[in-house]
């Protein structure tokens, strides 16, 4: 295949949204053909998924059922939109991916690593991405700006959904598990801080995906 896979990871508030719409317009003016979605989601039927398992009613779903669902969501996702992609020379960015896999039901959850690998191993048929970039921030400060960007969207206070509404202990653990992660991928991984003004954190974007924009 052709085309390139640029996914954007990190806890729940760490800017990955507006650092993927920043990448979106950059490529596209450097003449690439883009393809931007994410997981879970990008399909009919990943949207579907993605209502389940972040509905706050759903507060019973275990850890093995929110592996599942992803694993259906990504297997949708990879046939139906990546792969094509692909296969038509685009740039896809794709905001969330397998590392999320790993980071929140894995580290967060408690669910064997091992395990998980194996699933995602099924589901993405040997697609990974060229670069991952992890924005890493602390879970406290993400969940601020998750809150404070509910509330202006809905005009009233909002704690967000299923996911961003567990324990910080929780969203810590997912923060460490994707610093693992990326210690165990340096090649492909790599972190911006999350921390820093928008602008900032995109000209270290741009120097990592320069060099992938000029194949």
Do not use: W
């Given at each position: ?45 990943g ?6 398992l ?17 694993a ?10 990546i ?8 740039i896809?960015?794709?905001?969330r991916f ?8 894995g ?61 910080v ?13 990326a ?33």
């Amino acid at each position: 295949m052709a085309g390139i896979l640029i996914t954007l990871e990190g806890v729940d508030g760490s800017g990955k949204s507006t650092q993927t719409i920043l990448l979106e317009q950059y490529a596209k003016q450097k003449g690439k053909k883009v393809i931007v979605t994410q997981e879970p989601g990008g399909t009919r039927i990943g949207i579907k998924i993605r209502e389940l398992l972040l509905d706050c009613k759903n507060s019973e779903m275990t850890a093995l059922t929110e592996v599942f669902l992803y694993a259906a969501a990504r297997a949708q996702h990879i046939e139906e939109v990546i792969r094509p992609a692909l296969r038509q020379n685009c740039i896809v960015i794709c905001s969330r991916f397998i590392d999320s896999t790993l980071a929140y039901q894995g580290y967060g959850g408690g669910l064997s690593l091992s395990l998980l690998e194996n699933i995602n191993l099924a589901t993405s048929e040997g697609i990974e991405p060229k670069l991952t970039i992890l924005f890493d921030v602390d879970p406290k400060q993400g969940l601020k700006r998750v809150t404070e960007r509910e509330t202006i969207a809905s005009g009233r206070e909002d704690n967000g959904d299923r996911m961003e509404r567990k324990e910080v202990a929780f969203h810590e653990r997912v923060r460490e598990g994707f610093l693992a992660i990326a210690r165990s991928h340096p090649h492909r991984i790599q972190v911006v801080d999350g921390s820093l003004p928008i602008e900032k954190a995109f000209e270290k974007v741009k120097d990592l995906v320069d060099p992938l924009l000029l194949q």
